[in-house]
C-alpha cells in the first residue's frame, strides 16, 4: 500500500524535488530542530528556512541547530549555489530568494506583512523556480506569513506540508497556510522530518 507521501512525490513525474522551503516564526527554534534534526545524513535535497528573527541583533540560529542536524547549517550568502544535504537559512533583516538556476539572493526590500525575511517571498521565489519540484513546509507563528507563498507552491504543482495548528505552540501561521486550500499535508509536529524525508526519498534517487 502506497504512503500518502509517495502519491504526492508520484505527482510531480518523476523529477527530483529541487528544493524544500520551509518557515516559521514565534516556537520556531523548538519547531525546526525537531523538523531539520530529524532530516538523515545523505538527505537529497537542499533546504532553505525563513524564521522570523530579531532585525537588530546578530543571530546564532545556524550554530544552535547545527548542533542538532545531521545536515550542515549554515546562514544563507548572497550568490551562492544551493546543494543537496545543506540547510540555508535566511539572515536577520534580509529576504531570501532562491533562483531557477538554484542560486540564492539575499534582499533588503519592504517588509512583506510587517517581517523580512519573509516566508512568502522565499515559497513564492521556489514555486516560480522550481514548480512542481519544490517542497513548502509551514510551522508554528504568529501571523500569516507563508499563506500566499503556499497557494504560489500549489497552483506550480509543488507539494505543501503544514503543522496541524493543534500541536503548533503558536497557531497564527499554519492556521493561515491551511486555511488557503492548498496544504497537501496537515501534520503534527513529529511527523513532519518523516514526511518530507519519505518524499524526497521517494523522488530523489
Known amino acids: 500500500m502506497s504512503s500518502p507521501q509517495t502519491d504526492l512525490a508520484e505527482t510531480g513525474g518523476g523529477e527530483p524535488f529541487g528544493v524544500v522551503a520551509v518557515a516559521s516564526s514565534a516556537g520556531g527554534i523548538v519547531a525546526l530542530g525537531r523538523v531539520l534534526g530529524g532530516l538523515p545524513k ?6 532553505v528556512v525563513v524564521q522570523h528573527l530579531d ?31 545543506r540547510i540555508y537559512f535566511a539572515p536577520p533583516d534580509r529576504h531570501l530568494l532562491v533562483g531557477p538556476d538554484g542560486v540564492l539572493a539575499l534582499s533588503d526590500s519592504a517588509l512583506v506583512h510587517f517581517v523580512r525575511p519573509s516566508a512568502d517571498l522565499l515559497f513564492e521565489s521556489v514555486a ?3 514548480g512542481a519540484n519544490s517542497v513548502a513546509c509551514v510551522l508554528t507563528g504568529t501571523g500569516s506569513d507563508g499563506a500566499m507563498g503556499v497557494r504560489a507552491v500549489k497552483d506550480r504543482g509543488g507539494t505543501v506540508i503544514v ?41 530523489n534517487p
Do not use: W
Open 42 to 47: 545523505g538527505f537529497a535535497a537542499p533546504v
Open 55 to 85: 532585525r537588530r541583533h546578530r543571530t546564532v540560529i545556524a550554530e544552535v541547530l547545527g548542533r542538532r542536524c545531521e545536515l550542515a547549517v549554515a546562514l544563507a550568502v548572497h550568490g551562492e549555489h544551493i546543494e543537496p544535504g
Open 128 to 130: 516560480g523556480a522550481y
Open 163 to 203: 503543522e496541524d495548528p493543534a500541536t503548533a505552540q503558536f497557531k497564527g501561521m499554519p492556521s493561515a497556510a491551511v486555511a488557503t486550500g492548498a496544504a497537501d499535508l496537515v501534520l503534527p509536529l513529529d511527523e513532519i522530518s518523516a514526511a518530507i524525508n519519505g518524499l524526497v526519498e521517494a523522488r
